[in-house]
């Protein structure tokens, strides 16, 4: 069993920062894989970024060049570093991490909010 922990939510201006954590606990040896996503009131979630354990990163059209997602194995914890942020990026933002057996394990979440 893997435990998510997020931390790093809360309210900013626009064009402020906000960095995100996302710690993983418990039975964390297998985990290939680790991201962020967000879900807006009335909105589907979405995938913001994600990371492999070579490093391998994808990201949102609507998030590149302002969101970088990095990673420490050795923890492991995943981060997100939010820059630029407008009043479109306020959502509940979720850790997801998944394992080379197929499961999938999220986050309780952690709110942002972007004030314009």
């Known amino acids: 069993q893997v435990q998510l922990v997020e931390s790093g939510g809360g309210l900013v201006q626009a064009g402020g920062s906000l960095r995100l954590s996302c710690a993983a606990s418990?039975?964390?040896?297998?985990?290939?894989?680790m991201g962020w996503y967000r879900q807006a009131p009335g909105k589907q979630r979405e995938l913001v970024a994600g990371?492999?354990?070579?490093?391998?990163?994808n990201y949102a059209d609507s998030v590149k060049g302002r969101f970088t997602i990095s990673r420490d194995n050795a923890k492991p914890t995943v981060y997100l570093q939010m820059s630029s942020l407008e009043p479109e990026d306020t959502a509940a933002y979720y850790c997801?991490?998944?394992?080379?057996?197929?499961?999938?394990?999220w986050g309780q979440g952690t709110q942002v909010t972007v004030s314009s």
């Open positions: 997801v991490a998944l394992k080379i057996t197929g499961s999938t394990t």
């Open positions: 990371i492999s354990d070579g490093g391998t990163t």
């Open positions: 418990g039975f964390t040896r297998g985990i290939y894989s």
